[in-house]
């Protein structure tokens, strides 16, 4: 269960765009963005279902894409000023702050953005929701660092699809349909020069507020959240359930 946004800029992010997302995930982090089915149906109030389990934010630079995870709660890091003027004037950042499913535990290992090679590419995800893990499998070239992650195993599986066909989008439509009739697989997807996100919850799983994404497209910018972000004009949309959407990130907007 987790709060996460993506941001893919035309040139650069800005500094005051920046703040709209930090000050955002701070907030939502925090469960302080508006309601969802945890609040009243599941005994929370707002401002109890927090994610404070640990964060992650990759981001791009001229070398690439960079990833750093802390275990400390999102509101509690001093990284956002650290790497302000950096983060102003990347391209395309990715943030996610973690609550951890009931019985697994708070270590970095279980912290998104996970990131991996493919080929030669670069490949980091970030995930909000429950896969079952029985029916994913991967290449052996892949070792999970964390001891129960489900998300880290379904990445894998996708990069060994992946890696095989050429097609992140095939590989998603052949893998989840393999994880059965409860789950919810709501992914940030970086790969290469590609940016992927799509919503899929069925089953127990199906709560559309909280595991749904919205996005927010424009000349631009394309914009990815669990919430609507306050701040940006243009109109956002629910992505619905089980929308692919994928970008090109050195020419979406040409």
């Not at 929370?44 to 400390?72: C, P, S, T, Y």
Request: proline share 3%; net charge negative; charged share 25%.
């Amino acid at each position: 269960m987790c709060r996460m946004v993506a941001y893919l800029a035309k040139d650069r992010i800005g500094s005051h765009n920046l703040d709209l997302v930090v000050e955002h995930m701070r907030r939502s982090a925090c469960d302080l963005v508006g309601e969802h089915e945890f609040h009243g149906t599941f005994g929370f109030k707002q401002g109890e279902f927090i994610h404070g389990d640990g964060w992650g934010i990759a981001w791009m630079d001229k070398d690439g894409v960079q990833v750093r995870r802390e275990l400390n709660p999102l509101w509690e890091t001093s990284l956002f000023d650290e790497l302000r003027d950096e983060l102003s004037c990347s391209k395309f950042l990715m943030i996610h702050a973690r609550k951890k499913s009931p019985g697994k535990d708070v270590i970095l290992e279980s912290v998104h953005p996970f990131r991996a090679d493919v080929g030669d590419e670069v490949a980091v995800i970030a995930h909000n929701g429950t896969v079952p893990m029985d029916n994913l499998e991967w290449d052996r070239r892949y070792v999970p660092a964390s001891p129960d992650s489900d998300t880290e195993r379904l990445f894998y599986t996708l990069l060994t699809k992946y890696s095989a066909n050429g097609d992140m989008v095939t590989s998603l439509r052949e893998v989840l349909p393999t994880l059965g009739d409860d789950y919810s697989a709501n992914l940030l997807l970086i790969y290469g020069n590609h940016f992927l996100t799509t919503s899929n919850y069925s089953g127990k799983n199906s709560r559309p507020i909280y595991l749904g994404l919205k996005v927010l497209m424009d000349d631009e910018k394309v914009v990815v959240s669990s919430e609507v972000i306050d701040g940006f004009s243009g109109e956002w949309r629910t992505i619905s359930n089980g929308e692919i959407l994928e970008f090109n990130v050195t020419d979406h907007f040409v």
